[in-house]
């Protein structure tokens, strides 16, 4: 089987950087001056009730901000992204409305770029932590494995990234990836243990292999072999959803 680098298409995502930055300045500044109205209104309400003690006013603000949704932020390339998918079928959104339906207060944001590889997600990581995320599920390495990136150099990224989260308390789910058999057992072997090593290392919670259920199975991808189609994405999100939970729920 051929291999190509994962939806690949630089170009597109500097534009989509530079759209993103613009924005956040503008939307950060509403969403301050909203929060400040709103807990304002909290407190005149208050008083006009005769509610006049701090502590009532702090379990108030508080039984209010616990009403937001937890953030989860998908670090990856494009098996994450959506290549090749419409919208309403990539895995961001069917995670989300899968956390939502099983009861989960969670915002979805979709920081994966297609074509990245463990260095560019390192390069990346500072901008992308703008979202402030309460958990990350991080998948990447599959353009690695497809480029023959040296393993150690491909394990000394994801350790780099996860430290930085790490470093910022934010909860990581790591997602597995296994090299192609075309790059040799010797490769693969050295490559596939990448990842349960640093769960371990780090204590993580572990999903072993990103496309387990998926990967081969022609009538699950789409025609380059590689990508899940919508019908793989399904079956991803069903296996990986128990997880997801778990990493949320102990980080609530």
Request: proline share 4%; hydrophobic share 45%.
């Amino acid at each position: 089987m051929a291999y190509t680098l994962f939806g690949q298409d630089p170009a597109v995502n500097q534009f989509t950087f530079k759209q993103k930055t613009g924005l956040l300045g503008g939307l950060s500044r509403r969403l301050f001056r909203c929060a400040g109205m709103a807990f304002g209104i909290l407190i005149g309400a208050m008083s006009l009730f005769g509610i006049h003690d701090a502590q009532a006013a702090d379990n108030a603000a508080n039984s209010a901000s616990g009403n937001a949704p937890q953030t989860l932020m998908l670090y990856g390339d494009s098996l994450m992204a959506g290549y090749g998918l419409s919208h309403e079928d990539g895995f961001a959104p069917r995670l989300e409305a899968a956390l939502r339906d099983a009861g989960h207060n969670v915002k979805v944001v979709n920081s994966s770029v297609s074509g990245d590889t463990t260095a560019a997600g390192l390069s990346r990581l500072e901008w992308a932590l703008v979202d402030d995320p309460d958990v990350v599920l991080l998948e990447l390495g599959a353009n690695d494995a497809l480029r023959g990136v040296e393993p150690s150099q491909t394990r000394e990224n994801l350790d780099a990234i996860i430290g930085k989260l790490r470093d910022r308390d934010v909860a990581v789910l790591l997602a597995g990836m296994m090299a192609p058999p075309n790059m040799g057992k010797e490769y693969g072997a050295e490559f596939n243990e990448i990842y349960p090593e640093l769960a371990a290392e780090y204590q993580l919670a572990f999903y072993p292999f990103f496309l387990d259920g998926v990967a081969a199975d022609s009538s699950l991808n789409q025609d380059d072999g590689i990508h899940p189609n919508a019908d793989g994405v399904k079956i991803i999100v069903e296996r990986i959803l128990p997880q997801v939970i778990n990493v949320l729920e102990a980080d609530s």
